[in-house]
């Protein structure tokens, strides 16, 4: 196993990351996702201690992060957003920093991405537009062989172009079943193009964590008439009524009550809207 | 690490100021001014560095670094040490040189002696034991320390500078000196400043690690 997250939990004064726990083995990628707050950010820091946990336990290559935390971060490549630091510096002079810590840094490797990503050494953090800047992390992300990639938001701010070539590229790098990807967004079409697992975390708890086939495979969308809906359909999860009438999801083993009605399988981003409507209507988690 | 770590604060964080305060030992040529102030500059320099890197979202970066937290501390304050120790080595020939250029001793404020830098290398170590601990217990608050650091330093050059004015037969003639046979006899004071820069050195990395590691990110 490449990542093992066993309970981890932090208690802030607002909010609490509730024993969350899942894991991803070699070669995959896996989406994190939520909506803003969830706790997605928060998990990503809690596991590689830049906030500490106040319980739980992180393996990274079946090593505990706690007690080897050098080893483990060498073996991590980690993008929180975009390069927002020393923005006055030259991309030369953060790299040339960069490359000092890591012991496998690939120089070959790191010309290769400046070259895919259209980067300029000698630009400054500063003349990089927001998609550059997440480019340039991930640049120094990728290129000191980590097997493991931890990314927040690592697609939000490029351009559709420049999002479906990072995606193909994360296929790429998983390609050779040693290195794995864990990416946290909210931007869900992207995992339909490339995520192999979805871990979804809600109000700071994963509510489910598994092959994104089987995660959607779950729900169905149905949507008919006002005067089909009838009280076993309080089973529907986040149901809107509208002027045509009404649509809402629900869990597939519970299809029979929706006798009538319309039925298709829902996308990622339909699978989240609804369960975060019906939180919101109704103040209860899944 | 904590040599990548050096370089790191070298290359990235480092500000202007600290390498301009350096040449600060020129003030030892002033032939009536409270020495100090030339050393209360380097403090202000590692203000900006924070301050800087903060705007600059030091923190961001370096959680990107294969780095535990508390050799982020250990780095971000040798390195102030060392600026702290080269002000005072650069200001040596210029204590010397002061003896040519003004050799009726300076009118404001103690000689630039042994004794003079042994209170400097104190003051040194109060700063860092207030300014960094403080800091540290958020990573994000600088300025609050910084004041009550310079407050604490100034009253304690006030004690010092005040020593000399104690009526206590001798004890001027002891401090306010460049003669050389009083200089010798002035090491101990050196030797104790050294001892509790070193402790201070200690004691600070000690609580501020201990507190960073305690901040969320």
Redesign the interface.
Same mark, same amino acid.
């Given at each position: 196993m490449l990542l093992e997250i066993d309970n981890l939990t932090k208690k802030y004064e607002c909010f609490t990351l509730d024993h969350v726990s899942f894991s991803l083995e070699k070669g995959y990628i896996m989406g994190f996702i939520g909506k803003n707050g969830a706790g997605k950010t928060t998990t990503l820091?809690c596991m590689?201690? /830049? &906030?500490?946990p106040d319980s739980g336990h992180v393996k990274i290559l079946d090593m505990d992060f706690a007690e080897n935390?050098?080893a483990c971060?060498?073996n991590?490549g980690?993008?929180?957003?975009a390069?927002?630091?020393?923005?006055?510096?030259k991309l030369s002079?953060?790299a040339?920093?960069?490359r000092?810590?890591?012991s496998d840094w690939d120089e070959a490797m790191y010309r290769d991405y400046l070259n895919r990503f259209d980067l300029v050494e000698t630009k400054r953090v500063k003349d990089l537009s927001a998609g550059m800047k997440v480019k340039f992390?991930l640049a /120094? &992300?990728l290129s000191h062989h980590a097997k493991l990639l931890i990314l927040d938001e690592p697609t939000s701010g490029l351009d559709p172009v420049s999002r479906d070539d990072l995606l193909e590229l994360f296929q790429e790098i998983v390609e050779d079943g040693e290195h794995s990807i864990l990416f946290s967004t909210h931007i869900t079409s992207d995992l339909e193009k490339c995520a192999d697992f979805i871990t979804y975390i809600h109000d700071g708890r994963i509510l489910a964590s598994e092959e994104k086939d089987i995660f959607t495979d779950r729900y169905r969308l149905v949507s008919g008439s006002r005067d089909s809906l009838t009280d076993d359909m309080k089973k529907l999860i986040g149901c809107r009524e509208h002027h045509f009438g009404i649509e809402g999801m629900i869990h597939k083993e519970d299809l029979a009550l929706c006798d009538g009605l319309e039925v298709k399988t829902p996308t990622l981003e339909e699978i989240m809207i609804h369960i975060e409507r019906k939180d919101k209507k109704e103040g209860v988690t899944e | 690490m904590i040599k990548n770590l050096l370089y790191k604060e070298l290359r990235l964080a480092t500000h202007p100021t600290q390498f301009l305060f350096l040449s600060f030992g020129l003030m030892l040529l002033i032939p009536a001014y409270p020495y100090y102030v030339a050393f209360f500059y380097i403090t202000l320099s590692q203000f900006f560095v924070t301050t800087i890197g903060r705007e600059n979202n030091d923190v961001s970066f370096t959680a990107m670094l294969p780095v535990a937290k508390r050799d982020v501390v250990k780095a971000r304050l040798l390195m102030g040490v060392i600026f702290e120790v080269l002000s005072l080595i650069i200001a040596i020939p210029f204590s010397f040189l002061g003896t040519f250029t003004h050799p009726s001793g300076n009118e404001a404020g103690i000689e630039a002696n042994p004794a003079f830098f042994g209170f400097v290398l104190i003051m040194f170590a109060i700063f860092n034991l207030i300014y960094y601990t403080g800091f540290y217990k958020t990573a994000y608050k600088a300025g609050k320390y910084f004041l009550a650091a310079s407050i604490l330093m100034f009253i304690y050059i006030g004690i010092c500078e005040s020593l000399v004015w104690i009526p206590v037969p001798g004890l001027k003639e002891y401090l306010d000196t460049m003669n050389a046979s009083m200089m010798i006899k002035q090491l101990p004071i050196l030797g104790a400043g050294i001892l509790i820069f070193v402790l201070g050195y200690f004691l600070t990395f000690h609580i501020s690690a201990k507190r960073f590691e305690k901040v969320d990110l």
């Open positions: 820091k590689i201690h /830049l &906030a500490s935390e050098l971060k060498q991590i980690f993008v929180l957003g390069a927002d630091y020393y923005l006055n510096r002079t953060i040339d920093v960069t000092r810590f890591y992390s /120094l &992300a | -």
